[in-house]
C-alpha cells in the first residue's frame, strides 16, 4: 500500500480478505448508514489488475494513448479521471481528505488499521500477527482461537448493524488531541493601543481571562502573536507557550498555519484577545458539539441586516439573497481539524486571508449561536467600543455579587 498514506489526516479502514467472502456487500451496507446519518464517505478499491474506465477507440482512450499524462471527463452529473502514477498521491490526497471518513476495499498486507475477513473454513488470510488488525468478520466459522483468547471482536458478516457501529465508533475515536491558542498579534490601529493588555474589569488582562477559559478544554495553551510584539509580563505567563507567526502580515490565517505546522497532529481551538463577551459555555458548547471527522466546527449565526445608503436598515430578506447566504461564520471561536493545513495553506498561496471564506468552502460542522449569546461573540476595535464594553462588563459583575 502507497506510503502516503501514513499521513492522511481523514480516518480511513481497510475491509480486506479473500475474494467472495462479502467485502463488497459489507462496504455497501457501511457506506448507505454513514450516508444515511449525513456522513461523507470516500471509498477506496485497490485492484491488483489492470482496469480500465473507457472503452477502445473513444476520445479519452484516444488522448490517453496520444500521451496525455491526466484525462478528465464530466457530464452534468459527475466527472471521472485517470491518470498515470506520477499524478497519484496528490490527487487521491486532494480528493478523499474532503470526505468525512474512508472505506477501503482490499490491503490486507498493509499495516493500517483494517478488519478482515475469514474464508469460509473460517480462517484468517494473513497471520494473527500482522499489524492493524482491529476486527474480525466470520461466515459461522471461527478456528483460531487466539481470536478470542485476544478478545479481538469478532463478527458474523450479517450482524451488519453492530459492524457498522464498531467501525463509526473507531472513526470517531481517531480524534486528535485538542491544544489551545489565543491569538494577540494584531495590530490595533483603531483602538490606538494593543488590544491584549486591555482589561475590562479586575485589572486582569484580557489575554489571561482567554487562557483561562481554553484551559480546561485543551491539553495545552499557546499564544499566537508577532515577533515584534513586546507582551511585557505576559510574555511569561506560566504553562503557556508563546509561537511567533512563521507567515508575516497575513492575520489569523498566517498564525494559524504556524500553529498547525508546528503541531501537525493536533486539532485547535482558538479565540481572540478582543471578544469581552464570550463565556466558557461557549467553548464547551463547541467541544461537545465537535465532530473531530469534519475539517473543523464553527459557530454561524444569522447576518446583521446592514444600513443602506440613507441609513435605514436593509430588509434582511434582501441582504441575504444578495450576499448568497443568511450564515455568518464565526472564525475566532471554533476549532481546527489537522487535515484543514492543507486547505489553509491553499488559500494564503492564492492569497486568500479570510478565515471565514475558507471555512466556507469546505464541509465544517456548523453550530447555531443562540439568540441570547449574540452579544457574546462581538469583538472589540475602537477607543469607544471598549469603553461600552468595559462598562457593560461591570454592569455584569455588580448584578452576579448583588444576586449571591
Not at 40 to 56: C, L, P, Q, W
Not at 314 to 342: H, T, W
Request: charged share 25%; with cysteine; net charge neutral.
Amino acid at each position: 500500500m502507497d506510503v502516503y498514506w501514513e499521513n492522511f489526516k481523514t480516518p480511513f479502514l481497510c475491509i480486506a480478505g479473500y475474494s467472495g467472502v462479502g467485502k463488497t456487500t459489507l462496504l455497501e451496507d457501511l457506506i448507505k448508514r454513514f450516508n444515511a446519518e449525513n456522513f461523507s464517505v470516500g471509498y477506496y478499491k485497490h485492484d491488483a489488475h489492470r482496469f480500465a474506465i473507457d472503452k477502445e477507440g473513444k476520445d479519452t482512450h484516444r488522448a490517453r494513448s496520444a500521451g496525455a499524462g491526466i484525462i478528465t471527463i464530466n457530464d452534468p452529473n459527475h466527472f471521472a479521471m485517470v491518470g498515470d502514477n506520477n499524478f497519484k498521491k496528490w490527487t487521491i490526497t486532494h480528493a478523499l481528505e474532503q470526505c468525512d471518513c474512508i472505506l477501503i476495499e482490499g490491503y490486507k498486507k498493509s499495516p493500517f488499521n483494517k478488519i478482515v475477513f475469514l474464508d469460509a473454513k473460517g480462517d484468517l488470510p494473513i497471520p494473527l500477527e500482522t499489524p492493524g488488525i482491529k476486527a474480525v468478520v466470520h461466515q459461522g466459522v471461527v478456528n483460531d482461537r487466539r481470536l478470542e483468547e485476544r478478545m479481538m471482536p469478532l463478527f458474523h458478516r450479517d450482524d451488519l448493524k453492530n459492524i457498522y457501529e464498531f467501525v463509526r465508533t473507531h472513526f470517531i475515536s481517531c480524534a486528535s488531541p485538542l491544544y489551545g491558542a489565543v491569538f494577540v498579534g494584531g495590530q490595533s490601529k483603531r483602538m490606538g493601543k494593543p488590544k491584549f493588555s486591555l482589561s475590562y474589569n479586575n485589572g486582569v488582562p484580557e489575554t489571561e481571562r482567554m487562557i483561562k477559559l481554553l484551559n480546561p478544554f485543551c491539553e495545552k495553551i499557546f499564544i499566537s502573536s508577532r515577533s515584534d510584539l513586546d507582551m511585557g509580563p505576559l510574555a511569561n505567563l506560566p504553562d503557556v507557550e508563546r509561537v511567533n507567526d512563521d507567515h508575516i502580515g497575513l492575520g489569523p490565517v498566517g498564525g494559524l498555519a504556524t500553529l498547525m505546522s508546528r503541531h501537525p497532529d493536533k486539532a485547535w481551538m482558538i479565540t481572540a484577545c478582543d471578544m469581552p463577551f464570550i463565556q466558557e459555555k461557549n467553548f464547551d458548547t463547541i467541544l461537545r458539539e465537535r465532530d473531530p471527522l469534519r475539517y473543523g466546527t464553527c459557530y454561524v449565526q444569522e447576518k446583521v441586516p446592514q444600513k443602506s445608503s440613507n441609513g435605514s436598515r436593509e430588509d434582511l430578506s434582501q441582504a441575504n439573497s444578495e450576499s448568497g447566504d443568511s450564515l455568518r461564520v464565526e472564525p475566532m471561536c471554533a476549532i481546527y481539524e489537522p487535515k484543514f493545513i492543507l486547505p489553509l495553506f491553499e488559500s494564503m498561496s492564492r492569497q486568500e486571508l479570510s478565515l471565514s471564506r475558507t471555512i466556507r468552502e469546505l464541509p465544517f460542522k456548523q453550530v447555531k449561536i443562540p439568540d441570547q449569546d449574540r452579544n457574546n461573540f462581538m469583538n472589540t476595535n475602537t477607543p469607544e467600543e471598549y469603553e461600552a464594553a468595559r462598562l457593560k462588563r461591570e454592569q455584569v459583575r455588580e448584578q452576579e455579587k448583588n444576586a449571591l
